[in-house]
């Protein structure tokens, strides 16, 4: 879910996360969401000791359904950090509450077990905890995922013209908006919170409407994408097809070349041998002629 020592402070995300175009968004199948049994949702989160996957290490981890129901829940100690003093400042989780608590490790198959008859996972700056995961080793199966923290974005409405899209914003902001209690950095609490800001997003009905609307713009943009993809084609096709027929020509008029000259028709094989330079400089404007564009 959110990345726990700094997900809640409000975050414009990264480059690459904010350049995604709004047609790389998840928006589109609210009929499909809203029609989710919700105890086939899930929603994942961690607090940690840092930032950075494979660096940093995961310090307590919570898997709820879609009613709020937690299934999983616990404290991680960490195989390598023995100190994370910037993160305890904002999670509150310390050294001496992780004693004796299992390592990421032994809780890995609690966690895969966790997420069975998942159907769509669900949470808040999902991409850090799923990262977080797997670089500790915990293989989360392939679902249908929402991100909780790039759909709310819109709905807090605070432009950013570095990245020409909405800022992200802490998760306690979403739920306060919502009038959703929370005690923020704790993994579970989070999750539950995740859950709920989730719900009222699919009521919200300037979030639905917004993303109906941009439903249509991405049907819209596949429909030329796929229009421009076939012209190309069309004429990578015809390009093909005169290049083809110019080789054809161009082997015909050098046969007929060669018997002119044997049978002493000097005139008529000049001719026929301009045609043929006429031929193959026609056959290879269309061999390096832009081949079609590769399809996105």
């Known amino acids: 879910m959110a990345a ?23 928006t589109g199948r609210i009929e499909q969401l809203r029609g989710t049994d919700p105890a086939n949702i899930r929603c994942i989160d961690t607090e940690t000791t840092g930032l950075e996957p494979g660096k940093d290490e995961i310090l307590q981890v919570s898997v ?20 994370w003093p910037k993160a305890a400042e904002v999670n509150g989780i310390t050294p001496d509450m992780v004693k004796g608590k299992p390592n990421i490790e032994d809780i890995a198959d609690d966690i895969e077990r966790a997420m069975d008859g998942a159907e769509l996972l669900v949470g808040y700056n ?6 977080m995961l797997d670089a500790c080793g915990v293989s989360l199966k392939l679902h249908d ?20 899209d909405y800022s992200f914003v802490k998760l306690a902001t979403a739920a ?57 084609e069309v004429k990578a096709t015809d390009k093909h097809a005169k290049k083809a027929a110019d080789v054809f020509f161009l082997v015909c008029f050098l046969v007929y070349a060669v018997f002119l000259l044997v049978t002493s028709q000097i005139g008529g094989a000049l001719v026929a041998i301009a045609i043929c330079a006429f031929l193959y400089h026609r056959a290879k404007v269309n061999t390096v002629a832009k081949a079609p564009r590769e399809r996105a």
Request: glycine letters at 6%.
């Open 64 to 83: 709820v359904n879609g009613n709020g129901d937690v299934l999983f829940d616990s404290l991680v100690k960490p195989t390598h950090r023995k100190r």
């Open 4 to 26: 726990h020592f700094g997900d809640d402070e409000d975050n414009t995300g990264s480059p690459t996360q904010k350049a995604e175009s709004a047609i790389g968004r998840e």
């Open 176 to 232: 306060h908006h919502y009038g959703i209690k929370l005690n923020p950095h704790d993994s579970s609490e989070d999750a539950i919170a995740t859950v709920r800001v989730f719900e009222k997003l699919l009521q919200d009905d300037a979030y639905v409407s917004r993303a109906r609307a941009h439903d249509e713009a991405v049907e819209r943009w596949q429909e030329a994408k796929a229009k421009a993809e076939a012209e190309e």
């Open 145 to 164: 995922t929402f991100d909780v923290m790039k759909e709310y974005a819109s709905v807090h409405g605070k432009w950013n013209d570095y990245y020409n």
């Open 126 to 131: 999902l991409e850090f905890d799923t990262s």
